[in-house]
């Protein structure tokens, strides 16, 4: 199973970015998709994730209100719509992905994972 993110790029406050995940080697169906973020010299967390059976979402503390994710099992691809970012949104972003149905944000719970996108913003 490989997976690519896509989409990171220099945005300033208040701006949007669109991040792609396209998976290959495994039909999205019945697999957890989870996007991950990691800080300069902070620890990799968690941002959200699909359940690409059903479409379920989950989100880590207030981020859905600006994030939203979705999935698009033909295309097999998983995205992340980022709205209204802040300097503290700075971070390379990663997706990931395991086979297993429910969501969760712990890193440990993903086998494969992409190489990561940079997402910078900065007036």
């Known amino acids: 199973v490989q997976l690519q993110a896509s989409g990171g790029g220099l945005v300033q406050p208040g701006g949007s970015l669109r991040l792609s995940c396209a998976v290959s080697?495994?039909?999205?169906?019945?697999?957890?998709i989870g996007w991950f973020r990691q800080a300069p010299g902070k620890e990799r967390e968690g941002v959200s994730c699909?359940?690409?059976?059903?479409?379920?979402?989950y989100y880590k503390g207030s981020l859905g209100g600006r994030f939203t994710i979705s999935r698009d099992n033909a295309k097999n691809t998983v995205d992340l719509q980022m709205n209204s970012l802040k300097p503290d949104d700075t971070a390379v972003y990663y997706c990931?992905?395991?086979?297993?149905?429910?969501?969760?944000?712990?890193?440990?719970?993903?086998?494969?994972w992409g190489q990561g996108t940079q997402v910078t913003v900065s007036a």
């Open positions: 990931a992905t395991d086979r297993a149905e429910w969501c969760t944000l712990d890193s440990l719970g993903y086998e494969y």
């Open positions: 699909i359940r690409t059976s059903d479409g379920g979402t």
């Open positions: 080697g495994s039909p999205l169906n019945n697999n957890r």
